[in-house]
Nanobody, 122 residues
């Protein structure tokens, strides 16, 4: 069964950068679209970005356009979410999930990783 593991979260000051990784073992991530989602405390989950099976990328969240980049390295079986110019409102648990095609709808994806916490604060 495909299992996803996120890493790279942490505490960063406003204006800083983080790179999140979504890795899989035993299964080739190039066979899946990988979506990134986030959920802040007290808020609904929102779709952030997606890396398609053809290595195309989509940013769904308007507030992160120009600041976040999604990419993948098939040799490392890893999908990345590069986050720059981080703002306190980017604070959330970020999760990756696998699907057959890119979508900002969470129900299109299964399975999900456990999530990684990102805190943007001075």
């Amino acid at each position: 069964q495909l299992q996803l593991v996120e890493s790279g979260g942490g505490l960063v000051q406003p204006g800083g950068s983080l790179r999140l990784s979504c890795m899989a073992s035993r299964y080739n991530l190039s066979n899946y679209a990988i979506g990134w989602f986030r959920q802040a405390p007290g808020k609904e989950r929102e779709g952030v970005a997606c890396s398609s099976r053809s290595s195309g990328s989509r940013i769904y969240l308007y507030s992160v356009k120009g600041r976040f980049i999604v990419s993948r390295d098939n040799a490392k079986n890893t999908v990345y979410l590069q986050m720059s110019s981080l703002k306190p409102e980017d604070t959330a648990i970020y999760s990756c999930a696998a699907g057959w095609h890119c979508s900002d709808a969470g129900y299109e994806y299964d399975p999900w990783g456990q999530g990684t916490q990102v805190i943007v604060s001075s």
